[in-house]
């Protein structure tokens, strides 16, 4: 398989999220026209996207969208349950342990940990907030896919070096902050502030911006 | 000005994040290397990013990080204040609002509505939560520049509709919902689901990936 820009796989999942709003309308069919504007991009693009994983589509009629739904799952590779252990059970922590978007794509909170007493042994859902003195071990037994991680900034590298020792291959962090990790750790931070500089962006520098 | 792709935007964020913290540590020149390491690319694509809006920096020489960090501050539209107002006064509505990323980079949350009788009136920091109702009142009055949405899923498309009759020109949603805005209007939607998805593909995908 060619390697694939970052850019690519977020307007992957953009197209999920419409194809699974069409599949639960009950529209069949879809064209690059239309995934294109969803994803504020071009036909071409979208075709071009989709070349990377093999062939879709068939001329003049479009894509079946459960078949082309189905492909961008496994693509994107959700034809499996992840879990995921939230680090920092804080406002962020609590919003996404909550999050109604996450198990629509397959991903189970399943550990949720912090450091402050009062808040261990509480209960969030379907989980208990535990000691994050546990996370190694919990981590080193396999319990988790995926490591969340929204502690305060000057705590974010300090918890990254320890879930990353204890076998951890994939983070998202919501902390501000710079981290680093090993090459074959997959780490992504998002970050809010660039979320809204995305829209000053456009804002100060209208007309002549480009959507894609 | 030449067109500008969002990918381009979003490591324009992440060139300055690098910058600023330059900055902080004294650091008085850096280079492409350097940018292209933080931002996940290649040191060509950091200078064909950077001379779309201009010549930057000395062959050999590299670049002087304030005066960097403060062309792209420019190009980012964040020479000003932003006001933001925050909608929804849930988990997502109040971690956003305390978050620290934001006075950082001149974003002031300067209002947070909800239309829950117990939250309205309740402190947090230093707003007080209003009423829904006021929205329009106070976006027609020219109090914000740029609408955060945390409200449930149900009622956004709802609440974008009042923000932008009003005169909102810049949203930015939580809201795991394929939202329609006028063609004037710049919106983003934030979805956590999207992040996890770029591990997700990450981990599936290896090796052959592509870190940009």
Redesign the interface.
Known sequence: ???????T??R???Y???LE?AQDRGVLTTSSDDLAK?G?TTSAQVRKDLSFFGSFGKRGLGYSVPELAARVRE????GRE?R?CIVGA???G???A?????A??G?HVSGVYDSDPVKIGSRWGAVTVQDTADLERDISAGRY??V?LTVP?ENAQEIVDRVVAAGT????SFA?V?LTVPGDV?L?T????????????????RP?????
């Not at 398989?1 to 850019?7: D, F, L, N």
């Not at 693509?75 to 959700?78: F, V």
Request: proline share 1%; no cysteine; glycine share 8%.
């Open positions: 398989m060619k390697r694939i820009a970052e850019s796989v977020r992957l999942s953009i999920l999220g419409f709003d969803l504020g693509i994107l590779g959700l992840w995921v804080g406002n962020i609590s919003a996404l909550r999050y109604a978007g996450f629509e794509r991903f896919d995926i969340v900034s291959k994939a983070i998202l501000p710079q997959e992504r998002v970050n809010m502030a660039m979320e809204l500089e995305a829209l000053t962006f456009a804002l100060t520098n002549g911006r480009d959507k894609q």
